[in-house]
């Protein structure tokens, strides 16, 4: 058997000496691939539980035949310097068409520490059995690693309160079947949220043992006790006058039976009129007192008599640091303690009066507020600011829902991977996913862009074209010729074709906002950074095109198809520095702000190209069940994976169950980065080529 091997290139991650066939038994049906392989970098931390890796697969031909996806043996799936070195190896395994289950690649991390990777004669065992290779085969190997972020088991928030169309309010509840909740926070009445600790008040002294009380009162305490909070007058507590306290401070309160110890509540101000006065009756002070004898108190929350501002609701975006009322929202309290009075002062300013329409207290923690906390569920129905604004049919249990582990992409698929896809490919395979006919004259660029460095390479009339990356038609190397820059100008089915052929999938709207915010608490209107603001935009770059492009301004960390540096005036034909290179914010020392990164470290998430995600919006988005793609295409070029949403629709045809995220894609250049939680795009299900459109894919963790 005699093999040559190719070397293949990816951006950050260097394959040198091989690949090579070292050793073969066909008896056995294996064959040993080997190389070199290292990445700048990396990191393995144990707060937060996170690393990187690379996910390593390999394809081969026979002769001039076609390229197929090469499987690997698990045991031992690998050998060499990366079986016996400080590396964690996690092998991904695809269910083929017909059910097989196999090997389809391998995730290489770190153990520990950070800085570069260096592995040196890592031997791949591929798996021979079911191929057509022989002792007499002429082989063609090439191996591919795409640098990946690993995203760990764990609870998450959905949702901030202000990005138009979240999912969630902070707060918001997601039910089960069974009606109990999935997602921790308020329902949409008040009457059914199964943690309330404090009963249905019927008077000021029903139930027996709960005694409500106030500063004033123009309509009785126990109102704010009814779990009604419809904001209707008459119908919550409120004091017609300016506050009975100093500064306009009221309180209401609450006695128990027995002590209780509340860790967290919710709690809707409201005004004796209707709701939309709201914005010019802010409620400007919150504070939560405890007693055990109702004349000592200690602070459970909150500064009395305080003139910051407090934010127990979020409400509309124009009024974001108000405390609005018919807005709900979770108070997290700051020194929770066993007491059986409780006492809620309130104030709002202007000369308005104060009030309360709901308070409901829960005991059993802030962990749970607002959290999928549990990848069990059949969801029931999303009490959710969607575009339908509708309940949702029952997702699949196995849809991902972001609470198991799972790993993306660092930073979007770059042409020079792009390049490597299209060169595995037969020739209808690649007219269909191609942006021009691989037929076509070299060096023809795949579509007319400053920005787009794909050329053909060489070209037959009878043989798949050879691509390659060039600003010039005449040097190939990849690095220095714009092979860092991410790909765009995508259609749907040429993203999951990507996807399937490199054994990956598509990620989950939900996943998505795992990935961008991790399990920390939203933050208003914020973006994968971690903060709602924009530091600088792009406006051009130093060294376009190179390994080391670098943004102008320096301390630049996000870029968008709508930006000053993205020539807006022409930008459906010259995107100016727009994309600009995959991670180029990530600079030598940067914070995560400065990189532009998740709380994972994983790059452009809200900036650069918009994330093509599958969405829950619609049925045939919920059908998605998280199969991986198992390395091979249809004939036809398109992908064939169970429970993918529209993978072989034509272009300009309609990809139901996908959307976007990440990046406005209507032109918008006030907002031309969205926020984590925004959903504008989530229905924007086209499948035609949007030159804004990039590639990033997803793999769950095994």
Same mark, same amino acid.
């Given at each position: ?17 091989? !690949? ?70 996690? $092998? ?49 190997? &090439? ?32 039910? &089960? %079947? ?10 949409? *009445? ?105 004349? /000592? ?18 409400? %509309?975006?124009?009024?974001? $640091? ?12 700051? #020194? ?53 604004? *509708? ?56 579509? /007319?862009? *400053? ?23 005449? #040097? ?45 608490? !939203? ?9 709602? $603001? ?18 102008? !301004?320096?301390?630049? #960390? ?18 100016? $520095? ?63 994976? !169970? ?17 976007? &995220? ?41």
């Amino acid at each position: 058997m005699v093999m040559g091997c190719g070397l293949s290139w990816a951006n950050n991650v260097q394959i040198t000496n091989g !690949p090579l066939i070292k050793s073969r038994d066909m008896d056995a049906k294996q064959a040993v691939v080997t190389f070199d392989v290292s990445w700048d970098n990396s990191w393995n931390t144990s707060y937060p539980n996170n690393h990187d890796a690379i996910w390593v697969f390999m394809k081969y031909r026979i002769d001039a035949s076609p390229f197929e996806h090469a499987y690997l043996v698990q045991d031992p799936g690998i050998v060499g310097d990366a079986g016996t070195s400080p590396v964690d190896v996690k $092998y991904g395994t695809s269910k083929l068409i017909g059910g097989e289950e196999l090997t389809t690649g391998v995730f290489l991390a770190r153990k520990s520490g950070t800085g570069t990777t260096t592995l040196k004669n890592v031997g791949l065992v591929w798996n021979l059995d079911g191929t057509d290779v022989d002792e007499n085969s002429v082989v063609s190997v &090439r191996v591919f690693a795409i640098e990946m972020v690993y995203v760990p088991e764990g609870a998450f928030h959905l949702g901030d309160n202000a990005s138009i169309y979240r999912l969630m309010n902070w707060g918001d509840t997601i039910f &089960r %079947q069974d009606r109990t909740p999935l997602v921790y926070g308020t329902p949409l *009445t008040a009457s059914n949220h199964p943690d309330n600790i404090i009963p249905t008040m019927t008077s000021n002294t029903a139930p027996e043992g709960y005694v409500a009380s106030a500063s004033g009162a123009s309509y009785a305490p126990y109102l704010a006790f009814n779990r009604r909070g419809d904001n209707t007058t008459g119908v919550n507590w409120y004091y017609g006058t300016t506050g009975a306290y100093g500064n306009g401070w009221d309180w209401i309160q609450l006695q128990f039976p027995e002590p209780v110890n509340p860790t967290w509540g919710i709690f809707q101000a409201t005004y004796y009129t209707s709701p939309g006065n709201c914005p010019s009756c802010p409620m400007t002070g919150f504070c939560i007192q405890g007693s055990n004898d109702g004349i /000592n108190w200690a602070i459970v929350h909150g500064d009395l008599y305080s003139t910051e501002t407090e934010q127990i609701q979020y409400g %509309q975006q124009n009024y974001n $640091y108000q405390l609005l009322s018919y807005y709900q929202n979770p108070v997290v309290f700051d #020194n929770p303690g066993k007491y059986r009075y409780f006492r809620f002062w309130v104030r709002q300013h202007n000369s308005y009066y104060n009030g309360m329409g709901i308070i409901m207290l829960m005991e059993h923690g802030e962990d749970r507020v607002n959290k999928i906390f549990s990848e069990d569920p059949k969801w029931f129905a999303l009490t959710a600011h969607s575009t339908a604004a *509708t309940a949702f049919d029952t997702l699949k249990e196995a849809f991902p829902k972001g609470y198991k582990a799972f790993y993306v992409m660092k930073h979007e698929v770059t042409q020079a991977a792009w390049v490597d896809f299209l060169n595995t490919l037969t020739v209808t395979q690649q007219q269909k996913i191609s942006h021009i006919s691989p037929t076509s004259t070299a060096p023809t660029k795949l579509f /007319n862009n *400053t920005r787009m460095n794909i050329r053909i390479k060489e070209q037959s009339s009878d043989m798949p074209a050879v691509y390659g990356c060039s600003l010039d038609g005449l #040097n190939w190397n990849h690095e220095n010729n714009g092979g860092n820059t991410p790909m765009f100008n995508l259609a749907w089915t040429d993203i999951a074709a990507y996807l399937a052929w490199s054994c990956l999938r598509p990620m989950t709207e939900l996943e998505y906002e795992k990935a961008c915010r991790g399990p920390e608490k !939203p933050v208003m209107n914020e973006y994968a950074w971690g903060n709602p $603001y924009l530091t600088d935009m792009v406006t051009s770059v130093t060294y376009p095109h190179q390994p080391n492009e670098s943004p102008i !301004p320096a301390l630049a #960390n996000h870029c968008s198809p709508n930006g000053v540096g993205s020539s807006v005036a022409n930008w459906n034909s010259n995107q100016g $520095y727009w994309p600009v290179r995959a991670g180029a914010f990530a600079r030598a020392k940067s914070t995560r702000v400065e990189a532009g990164a998740s709380f994972w470290g994983i790059l452009n998430l809200t900036d650069n190209v918009p994330e093509r995600v599958i969405n829950i919006e619609h049925a045939d988005g919920r059908k998605f069940t998280g199969e991986h793609g198992a390395g091979t295409l249809r004939g036809d070029g398109y992908a064939d994976v !169970p429970n993918w949403p529209a993978q072989n629709v034509a272009l300009a045809g309609t990809a139901n169950g996908t959307g976007y &995220r990440g990046v406005d894609v209507s032109g918008n250049t006030i907002y031309p980065c969205r926020t984590v939680s925004y959903r504008g795009g989530i229905t924007y299900s086209h499948n035609q080529r949007d030159l804004w459109t990039g590639c990033r894919g997803v793999r769950t963790a095994e």
